[in-house]
Every structure is written in structure tokens, then in C-alpha cells.
């Protein structure tokens, strides 16, 4: 039986990632100490997950752990040699960041180098996965020229064709935010891990992933929240931009089947762009309007604040042809339209 190693295996990502190889026969270690709980509070705590995947999984060991504690990893990769490692575990907010950037620090790019270092020793034939962030690339985005204000949009044009975000894009010379810092960091030591040190090293350069297992928070997981919000009757802040930045989501579904197709043709130290592409594109003013369509909803309070999150993007859609074209059986499989239904689903049930 292969062995995978999940971090973050209460999380988004994670916990899809928990099911998927669960079903594929793998023997999962799960490893989660809920540390969202501690960034976001309460209602964000990854724990009912974990106790529905204890509930509903066996054979799957259940690891309370600080990915800090270096002395206890390296036991774990001692005692075990992994197939694969998904590192799905990190600190994902910008504002987070700001109030505690050496715990972000820590959290973000030393746990993973301990990790990655842990599997060149123990390890070193196994895969690595690696879950990066668009925001490795700064606000660049926001000094694309070819960026247009529309009705409930911002959009950027290149030749008067609709443009999207390649891995070509520079992570130099932008303001990214503490979180953005220690993700690049990670980032490319994980690169250098796969180039230098040989190891089977995927980065993936994630947007907006979401889905009904998302615990949202007003500083993380904005469609997830919104549509809380809208459902709950609870107000909703929009920070700048008149509501019209633009960001593309990925049903973490969909991402961690990027993450199998990758693992059965792995590659060393390669970064892919990972997101819902232009297909799955769309402002807050048009995620208003999909949520309370689907929803059947009259809500409208939502109120917009003149001042911007530092460092945030206007506009953001990735372009995933690199993927595609590398693997090419990949298919993008949940349409926004999929995802929110999904969402209002869970928190329509939970109420």
C-alpha cells in the first residue's frame, strides 16, 4: 500500500486531498492542528471536518501536530517512507500576516523546508506537492497595461484580446504582503529542491480555491463567505475597487486532480498556475449576483469601503494552459455556477 503524508488534512485542499487518496488505497497520514481556528476563530476551525473524516475513514492515522516541531517530523519520515507528499498546510492571509509576519514566517516557509529537506533524506524517490500562491507574483498584476473598468468588472485587454496570467509573470519589484513574502519564500525553495537536489517537486501557484468544505472568514475564502453572508443575512465588507476586482476559482476537486495527474507524471522543481481560468472569472458585484439567483435571495448588505487591502490585486485570472498542455487529460470539471450552488447547499444544511 503507497503511503501519503497530507498537511493541512483538515483544510480545503486538504481534506479533498484525504478523500481522493483515500479512495485511490493509499495508507493517508493526516496531519492538521487546526491552527485556522487559531487565525481566524472559532468558525473557521477545521475540527468537524476532522471528526467527520474520523467518523467516515478508516485506516488512516491522525496526526495532532505544529509542523514546527522539527524533532517529531523527522521521526515520522524515519518510521515511514512516503510516496507522496501533498504540503496543503499554511498561514493563507494577507491581513493575518501583517499582525504576527515571524509566525506567518515560520508557518509558511520554514515548516516547508523542513518538509522538503525530511524527504530528501527519508524520502527522496517519493513526489512532493507543493500548494503556492497567485500572490508569489506580487500586485504586478495591478500595473498590467490593458486593465479596464466595465460595468461590474475590472478587465484587462492585451491587443484588444482578453488576457489572463501566465507563469512567465515576475515575483520581483511589486509589494506582495508578509504572506506573499514567506509563500515566495517556500516557493522556491521548493523549486530548488526539485532543480538542485533532484527531489519530484511540483509548485502550484494557486488563486482562489473553494468549495463546500471551505471554512470561510471575512480575511480568507471570499465566495465561501460571501455566500454565508448572503444566506445568513449577515453583512459583507467589500475592501476597494467599487466591488469590481476580479478573481478566477478552482473547486478544490478540481485542483487536487491536477495533483494525481502530476504525481503519476511527476516533474522536478516545475511551476504551474493553478486556478478556474477566464470560465470561472468573477467580481464580488457578480458573485453577488450568482449567490442571491441561486439563493433566491433579496439580501443586499454588503458595504464598500474606499480603502483596498495592501498589496491585493484589482484583477487576477490565470491562465493554466502550461497544465493543460503538459497533461492534457486534465479537465476543469465545476463551473462557478457548480460551486456556489454547492455552498449555499452546506450552509443552507447546517442552519
Not at 493517508?28 to 473557521?44: I, M
Not at 471528526?51 to 524533532?71: A, G, H, M, S, V
Not at 522536478?268 to 467580481?283: F, Q, W
Request: glycine content about 6%.
Amino acid at each position: 500500500m503507497k503511503k501519503i503524508l497530507i498537511t493541512g488534512s483538515s483544510g480545503l485542499v486538504g481534506s479533498e486531498c484525504v478523500q481522493f487518496f483515500y479512495l485511490k488505497k493509499f495508507k493517508v497520514y493526516a496531519l492538521d492542528n487546526d491552527l485556522r481556528g487559531k487565525f481566524f476563530g472559532k468558525e473557521s476551525s477545521t475540527l468537524p471536518i476532522k471528526r467527520f473524516q474520523k467518523e467516515n475513514y478508516n485506516n488512516i492515522t491522525f496526526i495532532n501536530q505544529n509542523l514546527l516541531n522539527y524533532r517529531f517530523l523527522e521521526d515520522l519520515f524515519k518510521n515511514n517512507k512516503f510516496d507522496l507528499i501533498i504540503h496543503a498546510a499554511a498561514q493563507p492571509s494577507h491581513d493575518w500576516s501583517a499582525q504576527d509576519p515571524i509566525l506567518d514566517y515560520k508557518v509558511n516557509a520554514l515548516a516547508t523546508v523542513y518538509l522538503l529537506d525530511l524527504t530528501r533524506k527519508y524520502s527522496s524517490n517519493s513526489v512532493f506537492i507543493h500548494i503556492s500562491t497567485n500572490k508569489v507574483y506580487g500586485d504586478t498584476p495591478n500595473s498590467l497595461k490593458g486593465l479596464k473598468e466595465l460595468k461590474k468588472r475590472y478587465e484587462v485587454f492585451n491587443n484588444g484580446r482578453l488576457y489572463s496570467i501566465n507563469e512567465e509573470m515576475s515575483i520581483d519589484n511589486s509589494k506582495h504582503s508578509p504572506f506573499g513574502a514567506s509563500k515566495t519564500s517556500a516557493d522556491i525553495i521548493a523549486q530548488e529542491y526539485g532543480k538542485y537536489f533532484g527531489i519530484k517537486t511540483g509548485i502550484f501557484r494557486c488563486g482562489c480555491i473553494t468549495g463546500p468544505n471551505q471554512q470561510g472568514a471575512e480575511l480568507h475564502g471570499f465566495l465561501s463567505y460571501l455566500t454565508k453572508c448572503i444566506v445568513q443575512n449577515r453583512r459583507y465588507n467589500i475592501y476597494g475597487y467599487k466591488g469590481k476586482q476580479v478573481r478566477d476559482n478552482i473547486h478544490a476537486k478540481d485542483l487536487v486532480n491536477m495533483f494525481w495527474h502530476f504525481y503519476l507524471n511527476p516533474e522536478r522543481g516545475e511551476v504551474y498556475n493553478a486556478g478556474g481560468g477566464r470560465s470561472n472569472s468573477i467580481s464580488i458585484l457578480e458573485a453577488i449576483d450568482l449567490i442571491k439567483n441561486i439563493a433566491s435571495s433579496k439580501w443586499n448588505k454588503f458595504y464598500i469601503k474606499k480603502e483596498e487591502r495592501s498589496g491585493d490585486h484589482i484583477w487576477y485570472i490565470t491562465d493554466y494552459r502550461k497544465f493543460k498542455k503538459r497533461y492534457p487529460t486534465w479537465n476543469l470539471e465545476y463551473s462557478n455556477q457548480d460551486i456556489v450552488t454547492q455552498i449555499i447547499n452546506k450552509f443552507r444544511f447546517k442552519k
